[in-house]
């Protein structure tokens, strides 16, 4: 019976390559979606005073399963106008739950385009 030459290298490879994805690669990948999503949210966002928008952040951190992103803001109010507060914005095209429809409606396709090309490079 003949050995398979190469199995330790190609073990490894595929090591260094996993450990990559679940590092380095989907950190990038959640960081360009919450940066998708939030550029289409922020052409929704109601502007009066340019406090709401001005107060937005964008965070990527470890879980114990991989990585989290959060998109949101620092403005107290921000709950308040995203779920549908007084309409009286200044900002034509603005619209309520503009966090939600940035990343549900209108940046869908290029968050899944942004992900699926992230790992398609690992």
Known sequence: MSKVGGVRETNAALGRLVGRITTTTTQN???KALMIGAQYA???????TGN?????????FPTATGFTGRVGYTAEYAGYVHDGG???????GAEHEFLRKGFERDGRAEVHAALRSEYERS
């Not at 709401?52 to 990527?60: A, M, P, T, W």
Request: glycine share 0%; charged share 15%; no cysteine.
């Open 52 to 60: 709401l928008i001005n107060s937005r952040f964008i965070s990527v």
């Open 42 to 48: 922020t052409m929704l966002t109601p502007v009066d």
């Open 86 to 92: 007084p309409k009286n914005w200044q900002k034509p």
């Open 29 to 31: 990948a959640v960081q």
